[in-house]
């Protein structure tokens, strides 16, 4: 309990801080993410907190209003690698995992089922092995497996998904037609973007516009930008996608 009589903000037992004659412990966020109406952090403590609108479930049980600050919407047993927000819908990835977990917005298949109205419940999105990274546009997912592959679901109408002919939506993921392997994925809007070897490739609506012609690129297919820097992870946006470089630290966009 508090000191008595102390002011908020002293410091109590177990590393809390007083505030209205209360001891309590802070919850310490070590990442964040955001989606088009609503964002959620995670960290120490195995929980997810989101904030935001709950329109179409995204931030957790239907009974749950929109939120103006933080609210624990998950209180999990095994740590979070990762979390990845859409448009109103919102995918999570635990350490070691071999599968994601997705709810809220359900138009385009992006929660990894069929098309259906906007679920609370999470769907459990089955790879088989080990998954690394996750990473969500508007209306669409992807997940890096350990082996480098990247796997996308959801709206495929702008080639977002990265293979050659599926142009439409999917409901279960589907391996890019990349031949290498990547050790990074980004999403936004309806562009993905992976790193190989710091080399940036894009697919969807803007992947043709940002590669290099000289490649002679094709339409939902990963082409590589047309940029000549080892880069060491992406940003996506729906017109620009960003990147910092290995060496030096820099940040270079481009769209």
């Known amino acids: 309990s508090p000191p008595g009589g102390a002011p908020d903000g002293t410091v109590c037992a177990a590393d809390g801080i ?68 859409g448009d109103g819908f919102t995918c999570r990835l635990h350490q070691g995992a071999t599968a994601v977990y997705c709810r809220g917005k359900n138009d385009h298949g992006q929660l990894g089922a069929a098309v ?39 709206a495929g109408s702008d080639g977002q998904l990265g293979k050659s002919g599926v142009t439409s939506d999917q409901q279960a993921p589907v391996e890019t037609g990349f031949l290498g392997t990547f050790e990074y994925v980004a999403a936004g809007g309806a562009n993905t973007c992976g790193l190989a070897n710091g080399e940036a490739f894009c697919w969807g609506v803007a992947g043709v516009k940002w590669a290099n012609p000289k490649v002679n690129p094709k339409s939902g297919l990963p082409a590589p930008v047309n940029i000549s820097l080892t880069l060491q992870s992406l940003a996506v946006a729906q017109t620009h996608a960003c990147g910092i470089t290995k060496v030096g630290g820099e940040a270079w966009c481009w769209g």
Do not use: M, Y
Not at 117 to 133: H, T
């Open 18 to 85: 007083c505030s209205d004659a209360i001891c309590s412990t802070p919850w310490l966020a070590t990442a964040i993410a955001v989606g088009s109406g609503h964002a959620c952090a995670w960290g120490k403590g195995n929980k997810v907190a989101c904030w935001g609108s709950n329109a179409t479930f995204a931030i957790g049980d239907a009974a749950i209003p929109d939120q103006a600050s933080p609210t624990v919407s998950s209180d999990l047993t095994t740590p979070i690698a990762q979390v990845a927000l």
């Open 116 to 154: 259906s109205p906007p679920k609370a419940n999470e769907v459990n999105v089955n790879f088989g092995s080990a998954i690394n990274q996750i990473a969500a546009g508007s209306q669409h997912a992807c997940a890096r497996t350990d082996s480098g592959k990247v796997h996308c679901w959801g």
